[in-house]
């Protein structure tokens, strides 16, 4: 054995056998492999009533949420048509063929080439009196040229195409979770204003009954043009009212109209606000938002991205090891391009890398490596982000109970004020203002019960999308509710 055989087999055997961060690198490529950074969620949510528990409201799919049928039928009808959710699902195509675009280099490359030409070629007069006639050559040919990844930068740009296709495949489940929530609150929106102009309605038949009675009253010498007058004006602003209503509620159909992927029209209803219920789960443990929510895993899969794409930077500094072959034949005529051609082929062996490009590629590696720390601040971003969400629900969820209660009784009081105005009125206890004053108080009161009772049901869809319900869904399931 020569001294260079040893001492190749010497290298060989460091290789494999003794430097297994060398073999890490022929195995993946250069460039630092992914490690996720360090984050410390809370041990608990703020605003959670009780201990962590495993079980969360985010186990639920979103048909086991949401109990109005009509409610559910438009939700998934939604997840049918909804143009935001169909190009999220053309993106994800659109990387999973640039996965196979990057990957597609690993493997040799084959191409033909054909040619045609025709010629004359200057021979010099020392060699001779030689025809100097043009002639034709056709040549036919296949070639092979094939990158060695030796330093990864195909594994790395592989790596990280794989990673923008699972982002995409977050973003859709995003996109999923959003549009079930937004289907869901521009619905009890929806119902909240017709409860709305359902208490209009009630109040413009009472203020047109107020009018009737002060009518007689004033015609009957016993009250003044003014109490008149007054419940007159009531009556117009509750038929003002009646008729901004019916505009706000052709609008919120409209707006879910477009989230069903469909032009404008009449949307129908279900269960009616005062009758819409809600599961109670708890939020479940800190730890698990992190695998849960689409915008989180996303977050985490374009940092891989970016990692990888450091590791593509790096490689750009190493030269490219390639082999290239050729074979094919050559004529005076296309008729003899495949008989009695002669054979062209050759195989060659290259090495080719940078020396100096204006400090281009140490740009483009800084240039990588500040964008890994971007990401990694936008993943910790979106994780903060997520768990105000969470707290900013379970606060909701909480304090919409009390005001829940406290405007029910207001509601309530306020009934009973009315009446007793009335009866006072009627014999002669009290006056005109003191019936408008409690039929105006009143009605403002029934619409703020209402907006509270939609609070309440919106409170229950927002902490479901910020705890990434349907999270253990499939993607067949989630348009199917059982």
């Given at each position: 054995m020569t001294s260079r055989s040893l001492g190749a087999l010497i290298v060989g055997v460091a290789l494999l056998t003794g430097c297994a961060s060398l073999r890490n690198k022929l195995l993946h490529g250069v460039g630092p492999d992914y490690q996720r950074p360090s984050v410390m969620p809370p041990e608990e949510f703020r605003g959670m009533l009780g201990p962590p528990e495993a079980a969360s409201l985010a186990d639920l799919p979103w048909w086991g949420v949401f109990g109005d049928p009509v409610l559910q039928g438009l939700i998934k009808e939604a997840l049918e048509n909804n143009y935001n959710l169909q190009t999220a699902v053309a993106r994800i195509e659109e990387s999973r063929a640039l996965v196979g675009v990057a990957a597609s280099q690993f493997y040799p490359q084959v191409a033909y080439q054909a040619e045609a030409a025709r010629q004359r070629e200057f021979i010099p007069p020392i060699f001779g009196p030689v025809a100097n006639a043009p002639f034709n050559a056709f040549l036919g040919a296949v070639s092979v040229t094939w990158e060695i990844d030796v330093w990864g930068r195909i594994r790395r740009s592989t790596e990280a195409a794989r990673a923008t296709l699972l982002a995409s495949e977050e973003a859709r489940r995003g996109v999923m979770l959003t549009l079930v929530s937004d289907v869901a609150t521009a619905y009890f929106q929806l119902i909240e204003l017709d409860r709305e102009l359902a208490i209009a309605r009630e109040s413009a038949e009472t203020y047109t009954d107020t009018l009737e009675l002060f009518?007689?009253?004033?015609?009957?010498?016993?009250?003044?043009?003014?109490?008149?007058?007054?419940?007159?004006?009531?009556?117009?602003?509750?038929?003002?009212?009646?008729?901004?209503?019916?505009?706000?509620?052709?609008?919120?159909?409209?707006?879910?109209?477009?989230?069903?992927?469909?032009?404008?029209?009449?949307?129908?209803?279900?269960?009616?606000?005062?009758?819409?219920?809600?599961?109670?789960?708890?939020?479940?443990?800190?730890?698990?938002?992190?695998?849960?929510?689409?915008?989180?895993?996303?977050?985490?899969?374009?940092?891989?991205?970016?990692?990888?794409?450091?590791?593509?930077?790096?490689?750009?500094?190493?030269?490219?090891?390639?082999?290239?072959a050729l074979y094919g034949n050559e004529a005076s005529t296309i008729g003899n391009l495949f008989k009695n051609g002669f054979s062209v082929w050759n195989v060659v062996?290259?090495?080719?890398?940078?020396?100096?490009?204006?400090?281009?590629?140490?740009?483009?590696?800084?240039?990588?490596?500040?964008?890994?720390?971007?990401?990694?601040?936008?993943?910790?971003?979106?994780?903060?982000?997520?768990?105000?969400?969470?707290?900013?629900?379970?606060?909701?969820?909480?304090?919409?109970?009390?005001?829940?209660?406290?405007?029910?009784?207001?509601?309530?009081?306020?009934?009973?004020?009315?009446?007793?105005?009335?009866?006072?009125?009627?014999?002669?206890h009290a006056t005109y203002l003191d019936v408008l004053d409690a039929e105006q108080q009143l009605y403002p009161a029934e619409d703020g019960l209402a907006q509270t009772q939609r609070d309440q049901l919106s409170a229950v869809v927002t902490l479901y999308k910020a705890l990434g319900g349907g999270w253990n869904l499939s993607d067949a399931d989630w348009g199917k509710p059982h």
């Open positions: 009518t007689r009253r004033y015609t009957g010498g016993t009250d003044t043009k003014l109490s008149t007058s007054r419940a007159e004006a009531a009556l117009d602003a509750s038929a003002a009212s009646i008729a901004a209503l019916k505009r706000e509620i052709a609008q919120q159909e409209n707006a879910i109209s477009v989230l069903l992927g469909k032009h404008p029209e009449s949307i129908p209803r279900g269960t009616a606000l005062v009758e819409q219920t809600m599961p109670e789960m708890p939020p479940g443990l800190p730890s698990d938002l992190l695998q849960r929510r689409p915008d989180i895993l996303q977050a985490e899969e374009t940092m891989i991205n970016a990692n990888a794409e450091i590791g593509v930077a790096i490689a750009n500094f190493f030269p490219t090891i390639g082999l290239s062996g290259n090495v080719g890398g940078p020396l100096f490009q204006g400090g281009k590629l140490l740009e483009q590696y800084e240039a990588q490596k500040a964008f890994w720390d971007e990401m990694i601040a936008q993943y910790r971003e979106t994780i903060v982000q997520a768990f105000r969400e969470v707290s900013d629900a379970l606060a909701a969820q909480a304090e919409l109970v009390g005001e829940r209660v406290a405007r029910e009784k207001q509601v309530a009081a306020l009934r009973e004020a009315v009446e007793l105005s009335l009866l006072r009125y009627r014999g002669g």
